[in-house]
Every structure is written in structure tokens, then in C-alpha cells.
């Protein structure tokens, strides 16, 4: 039995043409993924990279950050943490003293029903609150300057830092100050 092509040999159908354009197009979209993810470099990629992250950039006024630069990011939240934590710390010891010896010299303050230590407890975190954005310079934060080169101030940023690193307003705030390009820093720190 004889089977016949339609083609004549030596002859390539649309067919073949099609596919081998799709496997070229699929094996260069694998290429550049690889490159975006840092595994392999394409040369000229990066410049093209940098040409289309700055005309977005410029559309959008929003900065697009480097896997370096969120990295960075992450490790000054967690440092903010780490501070606000310590001084947190300090400033509930120093209450805590400073109530021992209130109660020592009037022992009749003493808070008596449930109600009573609830509203000292609430006093007690308020204070301890403020005394720490006292000794992190939080209270002259000025959150209407504009935050790098950017449209959006200070109190946006925050915003955002909350929404998606799940932190308290007090670690991000205290982690735009640990940025060296927020020149509230300086205003704040003295430096």
C-alpha cells in the first residue's frame, strides 16, 4: 500500500512554517522570562528594560523598584520594627517604675475594680505610645513633603506601607525615616 503527501518532497507545508514561528515565539518569551527573573541575560535587554521602566515611570509618576531595592525595603521595616519594639520596651519599663513609685508614695491611687484598671491600663498604653513617638521624633513628623522624587507625600507612602506590608503606622514611619533619600530624615534627626 502506498501512501502519497500532497506535498512534493523537499517541500514544506504552511503548516510547518506556522509551527516552527510559534516554537521560535515560545522559545523567545521563555528567554525573556528567564531574564526578567534574572536566571539568564539577554543582551540589550536591560536597556530596553530601563527605557520601558522609564517611560512608564513617567506616565505613570510611580517608581517601579528593583528586586534589590524591595529587598532593601523589607529589611528597613523590619529594622523599624526592631526599634519601635525597643522603645516600646524602654518607655513601659520607665511607666512602670514611675507608677510603682506613684503607689508606693500614695498607696490609696491604687487602682481598686476592674473598670479602674482598664482606664489605667488604656492611660498607661497612651502614654507609653506617645513617649515613644517622642524618642523616635515622631511627633514633628511632617507627612505633606513629597516622599523621593515623586508626586505623592510622606502620609501616602505610609499608607501604602501599611496596605501591603501589614505593618503599624508607627514601623512605617519609622522606616521611611531609615530611608536616606526622605529628607525629612534629616529635619527629624538632626542629621
Not at 21 to 48: K, M, N, Q, W
Not at 150 to 163: A, E, Y
Request: proline letters at 4%.
Amino acid at each position: 500500500m502506498n501512501i502519497q503527501s500532497s506535498s512534493p518532497t523537499g517541500q514544506r507545508s504552511p503548516l510547518d512554517y506556522s509551527i516552527i514561528v510559534c516554537s521560535t515565539f515560545v522559545l523567545l518569551l521563555f528567554i525573556l522570562l528567564l531574564d526578567a527573573y534574572e536566571y539568564v541575560t539577554v543582551p540589550g535587554a536591560r536597556h530596553a528594560q530601563k527605557q520601558l521602566h522609564e517611560g512608564v515611570e513617567s506616565l505613570t509618576g510611580m517608581e517601579i523598584m528593583t528586586k534589590k531595592e524591595i529587598a532593601e525595603l523589607k529589611k528597613q521595616l523590619e529594622e523599624a520594627k526592631s526599634v519601635v519594639h525597643d522603645k516600646k520596651v524602654e518607655v513601659e519599663e520607665i511607666v512602670h517604675k514611675v507608677e510603682k513609685m506613684e503607689h508606693e508614695i500614695k498607696p490609696e491611687s491604687a487602682p481598686v475594680t476592674e473598670e479602674e484598671k482598664e482606664e489605667e491600663k488604656e492611660k498607661e498604653e497612651e502614654i507609653v505610645e506617645k513617649a515613644v513617638e517622642k524618642e523616635l521624633g515622631l511627633d514633628k513628623w511632617c507627612g505633606s513633603c513629597k516622599w523621593r522624587k515623586t508626586p505623592w507625600p510622606c502620609d501616602q507612602r505610609v499608607s501604602f506601607l501599611i496596605g501591603k506590608y501589614h505593618v503599624g503606622e508607627v514601623e512605617a514611619k519609622e522606616a521611611l525615616l531609615l530611608n536616606k533619600e526622605c529628607h525629612t530624615r534629616r529635619n527629624l534627626r538632626g542629621m
